[in-house]
C-alpha cells in the first residue's frame, strides 16, 4: 500500500472530524473524560479553521493511502515556546496521531511522524524536538513511538479527589 502525507486544508474539516471521532473514542477506552464534550465537533472546526490553517506554527497533516478517497491518518502538529524557567526551548508538540484501526502496523504513524518532523525542522520553526503524549495503559501507542526513535522523558501523575 503506497501512503502520501499532506497538509489539511479547510475543505478537509469534516473528513478530519471523523478521524477524531475515532481519536477521541480511542482515548476514551483508557480514560472516559476524553469523550467528547458539548458542542466538540463545532469548537473544534473553528479552532482548526481560526489557528491550524496557513499558520506557520500549526497544521494538521492527514495520511492517505493510494487506494482510497478519505483520509486514514491524522496529526496535529504545533510548536510551543520557549518555558518561562527551564532550558526547554521551542519545541514541536503532537496534540493528537491517528491511524484508521484497519490501517495500522502499515507504517501510517511513522509517515505522519515523518512529515512532522519535516514541517517542525523547517522556515520559521526550526525546533530542535518534539513531544507527545500516550495515556497510561496505551501500550500499542508507546511501542509504536519508540519503534519509530521517540524516548519517553516525563511521566505525569494524578491524584482524584
Known sequence: MGIRTRHAVEADGS?????????????????????????????????????????????????????????????????????PIFRLANHGYVNGLYVREEYRGEGVAGELLDAAAEWFTEGPRAVNYYRIDVLAGDEAASKMLESHGLEPVELVYEERL
Open 15 to 83: 473528513e478530519i472530524l471523523d478521524l477524531w471521532h475515532g481519536f477521541t473514542s480511542h482515548l476514551s477506552s483508557f480514560d472516559d473524560r476524553y469523550g467528547h464534550s458539548d458542542q466538540a465537533d463545532e469548537r473544534w472546526l473553528r479552532y482548526f479553521e481560526n489557528q491550524l490553517i496557513d499558520s506557520k506554527y500549526g497544521t494538521v497533516i492527514l495520511a492517505e493511502a493510494d487506494d482510497e478517497d478519505t483520509p486514514i491518518g491524522v496529526l496535529e502538529a504545533r510548536v510551543m515556546g520557549d518555558h
